[in-house]
């Protein structure tokens, strides 16, 4: 079994902060990409930020600048720090994570079961 554990949503107004976390625990091998999903109500769920196991960091274009992706590979967890945040960034955000829980298994994805950001105007 392999557990993806978020914390950190909540409700903020518009400027302010918040920093997701999420923990991969279970029968772990090894992991590859861990990255952030979101999925606003009536749209389809996109791509915010994703780091490789070796420091390799993709974002949304409408999140550059503003969020930043790390991660703790010691601690197989991965952190979205979210600065100036807009009412557009409210949606649900799912962590994700690609990982071989077994030496010849292959990667597959996991996923979270989201946490809520809110953003007010």
């Known amino acids: 079994q392999v557990q993806l554990v978020e914390s950190g949503g909540g409700l903020v107004q518009a400027g302010g902060s918040l920093m997701l976390s999420c923990a991969a625990s279970g029968s772990i091998f090894s992991i590859n990409a861990m990255g952030w999903y979101r999925q606003a109500p009536g749209k389809q769920r996109e791509l915010v930020a994703d780091?490789?196991?070796?420091?390799?960091?993709n974002y949304a274009d409408s999140v550059k600048g503003r969020f930043t992706i790390s991660r703790d590979n010691a601690k197989n967890t991965v952190y979205l720090q979210m600065n100036s945040l807009k009412p557009e960034d409210t949606a649900v955000y799912f962590c994700n994570a690609v990982i071989r829980r077994r030496r010849l298994s292959n990667y597959m994805d996991y996923w979270g079961e989201g946490t809520l950001v809110t953003v007010s105007s």
């Open positions: 780091i490789t196991s070796g420091g390799s960091i």
